[in-house]
């Protein structure tokens, strides 16, 4: 078809097209101060629905949920933001900011105090969770449902890709930081995270990890990242804390897991099972990024899960979130 056939077609659509298009709730982008922090942040659907927090990991962005957010925001409120560090959410120099975990979950938590959102689902990918756990724990009543994609909060869900980071941690050398500097936080590094697992690689859009490896690329950011790299046993440590919180709050978990993924492996979904007998546990045929091959499967599963658990739109008013 040539370009002015595939115009022409366009401009014919039928009544019936341009009604679902109309449907399709817009995503928008904003920026709030928030615990000293300039943060980026997605947001789709009305402000009366019952809010979905989306929590990104290493090293993406909100970004990541660019396809999951318009198909949440028909019955939710959506809100995305990037983690300091990450994506477009820029950190003032004068803020000396600690990239740390406990700082990450202080700076989301303050950001849903300024957006006001004083109840919400989480959805928690990668670093997503040990950030998301954090605020489920401090405050369990704010916290509505989980859906953990790939989230660990176990030591059986830690596969063998952590050896070098695990050896970081045993020895934190110059010359271990500088050997993750070269192996992980490269351009082959990230698309490898993108594609290992994945059936068909090439069913991966290079967007994602072409941009990641860009923002990456920005100076002082590969230390924020080698930082955190270090920062990550913490949550090792904190995991019988994530699990004390299950048992004594019940919430209602999904884990929906990329059953390829080489860093959080199978186990790790399982495990919720120890402490919540009633999650669901559900794999996917595809690695550690499972929106990017599955976001259909994953959007059902959520809906029909966050549906199950009570947390759905009871209104079609209000204003578009913002």
Do not use: C
């Not at 957006?115 to 954090?134: C, M, N, S």
């Not at 405050?139 to 830690?158: C, F, K, M």
């Amino acid at each position: 078809m040539s370009d002015a056939t595939s115009r022409t077609a366009a401009k014919r659509a039928t009544p019936a097209q341009d009604g679902a298009r109309a449907r399709v709730p817009a995503t928008f982008i904003h920026r709030i101060e928030a615990d000293g922090v300039n943060v980026f942040y997605r947001a789709a659907g009305e402000a009366s629905a019952p809010a979905v927090l989306l929590l990104h990991g290493f090293p993406t962005s909100s970004f990541m949920f660019r396809e999951l957010i318009p198909r949440l925001a028909s019955d939710y409120r959506v809100i995305a933001p990037d983690l300091p560090g990450f994506g477009f959410s820029e950190v003032p120099s004068e803020r000396k900011y600690l990239y740390t975990f406990d700082q990450l979950a202080t700076t989301i938590e303050a950001f849903t105090r300024v957006l006001k959102i004083e109840r919400y689902a989480i959805y928690v990918f990668d670093y997503g969770a040990p950030t998301g756990f954090r605020l489920a724990m401090a405050h369990p009543e704010r916290v509505t449902a989980i859906v953990s994609q790939n989230g660990n909060a176990y030591e059986d869900g830690l596969g063998d890709a952590w050896g070098p980071i695990r050896k970081y941690w045993a020895e934190p050398t110059a010359e271990n930081r500088d050997m993750l500097r070269k192996t992980i936080l490269t351009e082959g590094g990230t698309r490898w995270q993108y594609t290992h697992g994945v059936p068909d690689p090439e069913a991966v859009p290079p967007e994602a990890y072409t941009l990641d490896t860009a923002l990456l690329e920005r100076p002082g950011n590969k230390e924020i990242q080698l930082d955190l790299f270090l920062d990550y046993a913490s949550n090792v440590k904190l995991y019988p804390k994530f699990q004390e919180y299950f048992r004594r709050s019940k919430p209602s978990l999904l884990a929906i897991w990329g059953k390829n993924d080489p860093f959080f492996i199978p186990a790790g979904a399982e495990a919720f099972r120890k402490d919540l007998p009633n999650a669901q546990v559900q794999f996917l045929d595809t690695g550690h990024f499972a929106l990017e091959t599955h976001v259909v499967e994953i959007a059902a599963a959520m809906k029909e899960f966050l549906n199950a658990s009570g947390d759905r739109s009871t209104s079609s008013g209000g204003r578009v979130a913002r």
